[in-house]
């Protein structure tokens, strides 16, 4: 299978054990945890918006930082401007945030509900230039689900 066609059956998969009673953490535990076991990825989690920072969420993965200034690391770019963030190189990245040494790559997207940003999704790799406009596209999708 192609990252395309694991994408669209990871969509399927998603969908099917969303929680109906749309409890929004509960449904990013399950979307973290099988987004992580597909891919492999290093770290996968949200992060949420509280207040005027951004505050660990459900997660898979080592442990990471519990809070993030708006503007700050990827998360808090993403979350100011309003758009997927895709790091190919977190070392080229002014103000990465380096929760684990091991990750290289990242991209982070944000949840938006009713027009406002309420989490975001933040995966991390490995591997250098992980993610690409694929990954963007389908893990927008994947989020208009919570
Ligand atoms: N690297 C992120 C911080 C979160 S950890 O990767 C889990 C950032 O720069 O915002």
Redesign the pocket.
């Known amino acids: 299978m192609n990252k395309t066609e694991q994408y669209e059956n990871l969509l399927q998969q998603v969908q099917s054990v969303m929680d109906e009673n749309a409890d929004v953490i509960a449904n990013m535990a399950n979307m973290a945890a099988m987004l992580h076991e597909t891919f492999g990825f290093w770290?996968t989690?949200f992060y949420r918006v509280i207040g005027n920072e951004l505050v660990l969420g459900p997660f898979q993965g080592p442990l990471?930082?519990t809070r993030?200034a708006y503007g700050?690391?990827?998360?808090?770019t993403a979350w100011k401007e309003r758009r997927t963030v895709v790091v190919p190189d977190?070392e080229q990245f002014p103000g990465?945030?380096?929760?684990?040494a091991a990750?290289r790559s990242?991209i982070?997207v944000p949840v938006v509900r009713n027009g406002e940003i309420t989490a975001v999704l933040?995966i991390?790799s490995v591997r250098l230039d992980t993610f690409d406009q694929t990954d963007a596209e389908f893990l927008n999708r994947m989020v208009e689900m919570l």
């Not at 700050?72 to 808090?76: D, L, P």
């Not at 990465?96 to 684990?100: Q, Y």
């Open positions: 770290w989690g990471a930082c993030i700050r690391g990827v998360c808090g977190v990465h945030i380096a929760c684990s990750s990242e982070v933040d991390d």
